[in-house]
């Protein structure tokens, strides 16, 4: 022990325990404090009763020799905080040139583990940038793995361990299938040793024992989790593929077998299981299900969401089922079945399919919006995002078409009731654009020929009457009078309450415009001795699904009148169109799923109870 030291602990000023730590603490040593971090010690000065220390941030701090023996962590000349302070540039190259030599001795100072994280710490500034310790670490993971010394866990969040003893990568992999507490671990196990297969030196006597472990897992799990028996069987089938010396054990287990068992879950099956391996069993349906297979590619394309919907028809195209896939689309648009997901996909893969990007395909969009309106009223729209962000589709959609199917387009628009105005006006816009001369259809300033009657009930004709008078009489003018105090404030220019009155008033304008015009077309009626031989406007109708037997009822009213929490609709909406005028027992196609519906009973609607405008004339629902 340094005499200085031992005279202190014989004066009893310093215990033999600290002088003890306080020895390994000699200037020049490195050392750790929990709070200031790295540093150096740079003196003692034990007259004084204290040592002094460099920190990073901290240079020549003084500290009590007691506290400094109880707070300082003397650093072993080859650990790595150490060794970086000593030869930085030889770090430097290290990192380079043995990326798996670094790990190990940060792992080492670090007592045989470390999480990512704290490995970045240490050389995140100094020697790498972020970006440049991504890429190295992705590489030097890589490396980790393959060597064996190294326990590298699937979690982010876990400790990088070092082995006492090497393990190959492979029996690692083989363990932790093995080890996998639950089938869906099993099968990501799995998939990685299918991908790192040629990992395995011994094939035969490593993976045999895998194949029937798969085997039989994939049978257990198949009435309760089907998916996974999926990903079973297709990962046995990739690894039999890679090693040929492997053989099933289980020859009735195939995919195409499991596929035809499976036919009726296939739909809630897919979206659970991987790209890759969802693909694969639509690749397989050929074989599986034989010449009927298109048509069931095609139904579950108007039957799902999401990934798979553009899944099949990259299936089909490598098939050469190009035709039929476009049938099915042509006649989905036309009788505006078509699933959101479908138009989106359409509308995004337009290039392709230049023939089927026509104004139908706005009005197979709008009718799909409709839906999604009446199923779930508060639900955000893709379809209504994609028709707003994609600029260009509408002009795609109405390329080269006549004047009459673009004003009619603009007619469903105004009406609509899926947009707020200034979403309304953006998207008519879009049309005016190639027709200028329907510029008129925004402004209110078609000629009144062209304008179709729009039946209406008294109670809803009362309610627009009333929102124009309030506009009239009352919004516009405090607008005008807000228009006034604004231009008041001084410089237009940067007067942003003037710009937002003048805004405003340009809404409300338009908003009037639209108001008369559809007054003036609106006949009122209180759906009184409808005619029930038909669906007509004023009916109530019960349909009964063909498949399931289920049945809905739908009452038909006036343009203003929808209210879909009580299956109360528009005649101008999609169902209501494709009702009018139908018999009982006429089957019509209403759903996006391409679902059938026969019409089992036609009757009158209750009558309006508000009271005709006797300044308005009263027109029959049925003449509509």
Request: proline letters at 5%; aromatic letters at 6%; charged letters at 30%.
């Amino acid at each position: 022990m340094d005499a200085e030291l031992q005279k202190l602990v014989e004066s009893e000023k310093l215990t033999s325990k600290s002088a003890e730590q306080l020895e390994e603490l000699k200037p020049r040593t490195y050392c750790l404090h929990k709070s200031w971090g790295f540093g150096r010690v740079a003196e003692w000065n034990l007259l004084l009763n204290q040592i002094v220390i460099d920190f990073a941030g901290k240079k020549a701090h003084p500290m009590q020799l007691q506290y400094a023996a109880e707070n300082l962590t003397p650093l072993a000349p080859e650990h790595f905080l150490a060794r970086k302070a000593v030869d930085l540039t030889a770090i430097k190259k290290l990192v380079k040139g043995d990326a798996a030599a670094i790990v190990r001795n940060i792992l080492e100072s670090l007592g045989g583990k470390a999480t990512v994280q704290q490995i970045s710490e240490w050389l995140i500034g100094d020697i790498f940038s972020e970006a440049e310790w991504k890429r190295w670490w992705e590489s030097t993971k890589k490396t980790l793995k393959k060597e064996g010394n190294f326990l590298v866990p699937t979690k982010k969040n876990e400790p990088i361990q070092l082995r006492a003893t090497p393990v190959s990568h492979a029996e690692e992999l083989i363990e932790s299938f093995n080890q996998a507490p639950q089938p869906k671990e099993q099968a990501t196990a799995l998939d990685q040793i299918v991908k790192l297969y040629q990992e395995f030196k011994e094939p035969e006597k490593q993976l045999q024992p895998i194949i029937v472990t798969i085997e039989n897992a994939a049978v257990r799990n198949q009435k309760l989790h089907p998916a996974l028996t999926f990903e079973f069987v297709i990962a046995r089938d990739e690894l039999l593929e890679r090693v040929p010396k492997l053989k099933a054990s289980n020859l009735s287990l195939t995919l195409p077998k499991l596929i035809a068992d499976e036919e009726p879950r296939l739909m809630a099956i897919l979206p659970k299981l991987p790209a890759a391996k969802e693909k694969k069993v639509l690749q397989t349906l050929p074989v599986a299900l034989g010449e009927r297979w298109t048509a069931r590619a095609l139904q579950l394309m108007q039957r799902s969401q999401g990934r798979i919907v553009a899944q099949i028809p990259r299936v089909l195209g490598e098939a050469g089922q190009h035709a039929e896939l476009r049938t099915m689309l042509e006649r989905s648009i036309r009788e505006h079945s078509a699933t959101s997901d479908m138009l989106i996909w359409l509308s995004n893969e337009r290039d392709r399919w230049t023939e089927l990007v026509t104004p139908d395909l706005l009005g197979a969009i709008l009718s799909a919006m409709e839906r999604e309106q009446h199923i779930a009223p508060t639900r955000g729209s893709k379809l209504q995002r994609l028709l707003m962000e994609d600029r260009e589709l509408i002009g795609a959609m109405f390329k080269g078409a006549e004047i009459g199917r673009a004003r009619d387009a603009m007619r469903k628009l105004l009406l609509s009731p899926l947009f707020d105005e200034l979403t309304k006006r953006s998207l008519l816009a879009r049309i005016v654009k190639l027709y200028p001369e329907l510029e008129g259809m925004i402004t209110g300033a078609q000629a009144p020929e062209k304008s179709e009657a729009l039946v209406v009930s008294w109670s809803s004709l009362e309610k627009r009457r009333a929102e124009f008078e309030e506009l009239v009489n009352k919004k516009i003018p405090e607008n005008s009078k807000e228009i006034g105090v604004a231009r008041s404030y001084g410089d237009l220019r940067e007067n942003f309450e003037f710009k937002a009155a003048k805004q405003m008033q340009a809404v409300l304008m338009r908003r009037k415009v639209e108001l008369e015009s559809m007054l003036d077309r609106a006949r009122g009626t209180a759906f009184e001795n409808p005619d029930t031989s038909r669906v007509s406007v004023g009916t109530i109708v019960t349909l009964r699904e063909s498949d399931s037997k289920k049945e809905e009822t739908y009452t038909i009213l006036g343009a203003w009148d929808g209210d879909p929490d009580r299956n109360i609709i528009s005649y101008q909406t999609a169902i209501g169109q494709a009702l009018l005028g139908r018999k009982v027992g006429d089957v019509v196609t209403l759903n996006a799923d391409g679902g059938r519906y026969a019409i089992v009973s036609i009757e009158a609607a209750p009558r309006d109870a508000t009271a005709p405008d006797p300044s308005l004339s009263e027109t029959e629902p049925a003449s509509v």
